[in-house]
């Protein structure tokens, strides 16, 4: 690994390892990596945008606590970067916050930018406030609360189940730090609904199917359900969801399904019920850090079902309509990751391969270290891995000629909408097959 002082020398460096990868690509994954700083003039600008609604994790390297300009409640949810030194095409990055962060958004001429090293990268654009936010509903409850919209409004998130069952050191993903996050917003006094009511979700559908033009999918997810919740198993109890919405608005999104790999039965019940996207999500493909970052999943699965099941899925969705995500980067924690950077991304490509000759397409959030996740404070991988790790994921994407996600909004660089990683923006839209660039739901 070869660390450099500066951070856009090092950004350099990548441009010229990686010559055929988009500049916005790379860029938008160093700033997931380190986070993102606001001035004081630039919090009060987003004041008039979109604000982060916290829809699952933190996603923060720093807890709450130690925002002091409370960029919890004031930073927006995206960034979308043009223009600057390298004359950017249109990049949506999802906002972490790091008061420490290389990558400050401040005003210069006036203009909203980000700035590294006193260098220009970008004019930036926040997101608008979706236009069903002005409704309340009946209960009383926000509905940002319980239906915010991310990536620039094309994804309405429903975190259903705010807990997850997989609970404290021995269980819970060694990343996550959903049960940490919710009882860090509760304690700061955000409305934060721990179990989201079908009602609830069915009128803030309701309305958002009224008054928006922009959202085009939705997630239902939450935490995983290891024995039962609401005396229903995981499968029943997330499948009511989309039942309840689609019944009402068929057709209308795209629906997605975020939870556990599931025995057959109950991942056709969420079939069945009308979700047309299936996300079991393995985290991390090496056996032993999967036995090590998952210890519940390990516990009430095991690593080898995991993977059948997520196999075995495709039979009932369609192998194209299995998009099982993966921390990217985890495989490089401490203390018992790896440690080389080409180690780290041979064993992850093993898995994409895996998965892809199967017509299955992994892609991946970049692994932010939240500081109350079990994991903790620890410094995320190089650079350098994410953007071997974009080289291999589009090498074998292209190698399997494999249709773009459906579900992900536009593929490409300069169209992209999904904001936490680059996996989309850096799909070559002049390489993917005539006549079937995305999947169809
Ligand atoms: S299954 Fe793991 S990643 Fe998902 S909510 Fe539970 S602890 Fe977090």
Redesign the pocket.
């Known amino acids: 690994m070869i660390e450099t002082e500066s951070i856009i020398a090092e950004l350099e460096r990548m441009f010229r390892m990686a010559p055929d990868l988009p500049k916005e690509a790379i860029i938008k994954q160093d700033i997931l990596r380190q986070g993102l700083a606001f001035s004081q003039a630039a919090l009060q600008v987003a004041s008039g945008y979109k604000p982060k609604d916290y829809f699952i994790?933190s996603f923060d390297l720093v807890p709450l606590k130690e925002m002091e300009t409370f960029e919890a409640y004031r930073s927006p949810e995206e960034i979308k970067m043009t223009g600057g030194v390298y004359e950017l095409r249109p990049t949506i990055v999802s906002v972490r916050v790091n008061p420490a962060s290389p990558y400050r958004v401040e005003l210069r001429d006036g203009l909203i930018s980000l700035v590294c090293e006193d260098v220009l990268l970008a004019r930036l654009e926040f997101p608008p406030i979706p236009e069903y936010y002005s409704h309340k509903l009946s209960s009383g409850k926000k509905i940002s609360e319980i239906a915010p919209a991310i990536e620039w409004g094309y994804l309405v998130y429903l975190t259903v189940y705010r807990l997850?069952?997989?609970w404290g050191k021995t269980?819970?993903?060694r990343?996550?730090d959903?049960?940490e996050n919710y009882r860090q917003q509760r304690e700061e006094g955000r409305e934060y609904t721990a179990v989201k009511g079908i009602d609830d979700i069915v009128e803030a559908m309701t309305l958002i199917n009224q008054y928006d033009t922009v959202s085009k999918a939705y997630t239902v997810t939450?935490?995983?359900i290891t024995t039962s919740l609401q005396g229903m198993k995981e499968g029943e109890w997330y499948a009511r969801y989309a039942d309840a919405i689609e019944s009402r608005f068929a057709g209308r999104w795209i629906p997605k399904a975020v939870v556990?790999a599931l025995p057959k039965d109950e991942v056709k019940m969420l079939h069945d019920a009308g979700y047309r996207i299936y996300h079991p999500?393995y985290?991390v493909w090496d056996r032993e850090l999967f036995n090590w970052i998952?210890p519940?999943?390990e516990r009430y699965v095991g690593r080898d079902e995991w993977m059948k099941r997520i196999v075995d899925a495709a039979e009932i969705f369609g192998p194209e309509r299995v998009i099982p995500n993966f921390v990217g980067g985890v495989e490089m924690a401490r203390p018992h990751g790896f440690t080389d950077v080409d180690r780290a991304v041979a064993s992850t490509t093993e898995g994409l391969d895996y998965f892809m000759s199967k017509g299955i397409i992994p892609r991946f959030t970049a692994w932010c270290p939240e500081p109350t996740s079990d994991l903790g404070r620890q410094e995320g991988p190089p650079l350098e891995y994410f953007v071997k790790l974009l080289l291999a994921w589009r090498n074998t994407f292209e190698h399997y000629n494999l249709s773009a996600p459906p579900g992900y909004g536009r593929p490409g660089v300069g169209s992209a909408e999904f904001s936490v990683s680059a996996f989309m923006d850096v799909i070559r839209v002049e390489k993917l097959p005539k006549g079937r660039e995305i999947a169809t739901v």
Do not use: H, M, P, V
């Open positions: 994790f997850c069952q997989y269980e819970e993903c990343f996550c959903l049960n939450g935490g995983s556990q999500n985290e998952c519940g999943k």
